[in-house]
């Protein structure tokens, strides 16, 4: 039994309308997974940029109470900058790599250990305007705050670092590599 041609081309057809339904279907579905990694890039860049701004701000605090050696008044406002910071956290958990939420654990932990110890220095200094025997301890703690400031700033380097790295590193649009074209000679022989 041979194929008429009206059932031919109802088979091209169907089989022409399949196969572009699948091909429209693929690539819809990987245009969405593209877009998605091209926004959660986007999200995670911004999420790294303001940890950036963020540490740079801390880091003029410190630089500003090593040089004054004063308590700053208005800098660690507990309401405004702890809700910023905290959200800042919280995103870097979402959308950080491993190695820079390590790193950011580091430096939480470095900014940790200043702000207690500035803490501390700023009650040993109120004692000793009572009890001038607290100076002693209140310049210890001052030599312990300027070395925790350091040590902040360097784990604030290393973040810096890191995020710079990853940055310049993993890139959500990959570039084609060229192969270079190849100019082939004639030979000038006969054949």
Not at 34 to 41: A, L, M
Not at 85 to 105: K, T
């Amino acid at each position: 039994m041979a194929l008429q041609p009206w059932e031919a081309t109802l088979i091209a057809a169907s089989v022409t309308s399949v196969v572009s339904t699948a091909a429209v279907v693929v690539t819809h579905l990987l245009t969405r997974k593209r877009d998605r990694n091209h926004r959660v890039w986007d999200r995670q860049m911004d999420v790294y940029a303001e940890a950036m701004r963020l540490r740079r701000s801390l880091a003029a605090t410190r630089r500003d109470v090593l040089s004054d050696k004063t308590f700053p008044t208005g800098a660690l406002d507990p309401d405004y900058q702890a809700k910023e910071f905290w959200l800042s956290q919280a995103q870097l958990e979402m959308f950080g790599s491993p190695e820079v939420r390590a790193v950011n654990d580091m430096s939480f932990a470095t900014l940790k250990h200043w702000t207690t110890a500035l803490l501390e220095w700023r009650d040993l200094t109120a004692l000793a305007r009572i009890d001038p025997k607290m100076q002693k301890q209140a310049d210890a703690k001052w030599g312990e705050l300027e070395s925790l400031a350091e040590t902040a700033k360097l784990a604030d380097q290393r973040l810096v670092e890191a995020i710079t790295a990853e940055a310049k590193f993993k890139k959500p649009f990959k570039k084609k590599s060229r192969i270079p074209q190849l100019k082939l000679k004639r030979s000038s022989g006969t054949k």
